[in-house]
Each structure stands twice: as C-alpha cells, then as structure tokens.
C-alpha cells in the first residue's frame, strides 16, 4: 500500500520491531501504518514482555487491522489466539477491521468488501502478493477513519484571531471568508480530538463559534 521495500520471509517474527510507513487516504489525509510483530498462540510471558514496545503501536492505534491467513485451515483459531492477546494488552476494545489476506490461493475468491447490518465496513478479502483488493481496503479504512473527523464551518469575531491562527497551525483550514459583520469564516477539517482541544483551550463551545458539520451543509444545499 505505501509502495515501499520491507523485509518479508516465511518465519517466526521476520518482524521484530514496529515498521512504520505513510500512507495519504481520501477524506481522511495522512495515516501511519505500524506493522507489529506477529501474535502466536501461547506466547511466554517473557517474550510478551520482550515485544511489549511492538505489541505497544496496536494498544495506541485508531484502528487495528487484524490481518488474517485466509487459506490457512486453523484461521479460526488463530484469530482467537490474536484477540486474547489484545486482551492482554489492553486493546480488545479498539475498533478492527479483518483483513482476509492471500484469496489467490483460495478456488473461486475475488476481492470483496463485507459490511455488518448497519453498513459499516467489517471485513475485506484480498490478494497482497496479486495486489488484488488494497483500493477495497483502503476504501474501507478511509471510511472508518473518517468517522473521527471533524468538517465543517464556523464564524469568529475579529476578536479571535488566536483560534483561527491555531486552526491554521493544526493544517486544518480548507478555506476561508471574511463576512460583512467583519467576522471570519473558517472550513476546517481535522480529527476530532484535535477540534475539541482548541475549542477547549480557548473556552469556546460549538453554539458561540455557529459550528455547522459538512454533512449538514451539504443537506442544506
């Protein structure tokens, strides 16, 4: 996915430290990818303790993507042996998606996307060695991250300049209008965390800077 050369054997921890790379998704911007070291059943604590910076990246993620042998014939018990040591670690509760990785080795499988009832995306079933399915995953991943992402417009008094000038330092300001009451109107789009701490920081509330989501404008229109 971020077109870039890293080792890659058929062997017990080929990766032992967290390999790091960048990668630009739609509506969401720049994501790191974190590929951890690989999860076996039974690990001895030690080598938990050993790999606990590694196992550290999946805790702190946004979203997890639990990547899974899908010709192997113990992938079911394999993916129960991954989540107790999210347990383990304290990030059972982060949001996953499953990645059903080498379908070409699979009769018949072409690349799909799979959502649960409420259309949220769930799982994606792909090739990485045909390269067959990553847009289906990036599709997916977009969409996830998306929903941590604050977009919208809001209207500041001359008097608030610090808050734009903290918008535009946080690369968070799509465009921007000056009104003929002299206030400023900013369309920003960042994650949501980041939104709030500003706000926060200058005891400001959504009502007092007329904070109007994208979704809501692009109804309106």
């Given amino acids: 996915m971020t ?28 994501c790191i990818l974190a590929d951890t070291v690989g999860f076996i059943s039974r690990l001895p ?29 113990e992938r079911l018990r394999n993916m129960d042996e991954v989540q107790k040591v999210l347990t383990e670690i304290g990030a059972e509760e982060i949001p996953q998606l499953l990645v059903y990785n080498k379908i070409d080795l699979l009769s018949d499988m072409e690349p799909r996307l799979d959502r649960n009832d409420q259309g949220k995306p769930v799982a994606v079933w792909l090739s990485a060695h045909k390269k067959a399915g990553l847009k289906l995953l990036e599709e997916a991943m977009s969409e996830l991250l998306g929903r941590n992402i604050c977009h919208g417009t809001m209207k500041l008094h001359a008097s608030k300049g610090s808050v734009r000038a903290k918008f535009h330092r946080a690369n968070a300001v799509i465009g921007e209008q000056y009104l003929d009451d002299g206030r400023c109107e900013l369309e920003v789009r960042l994650p949501v965390a980041d939104f709030n701490r500003i706000l926060a920081a200058e005891s400001l509330t959504t009502d007092s800077i007329e904070w109007m989501p994208a979704a809501v404008l692009a109804k309106a229109s």
């Fill in 3 to 30: 077109d870039s050369d890293v080792y890659a054997q058929d062997q017990l921890f080929a990766t032992l430290d967290p390999t790091m790379r960048r990668v630009e998704l739609d509506d969401v911007g720049a």
């Fill in 45 to 73: 604590h030690k080598l938990v303790e050993a790999f606990r910076a590694t196992l550290e990246e999946a805790a702190s993620a946004d979203l997890l993507l639990h990547t899974i042998d899908s010709a192997d014939s």
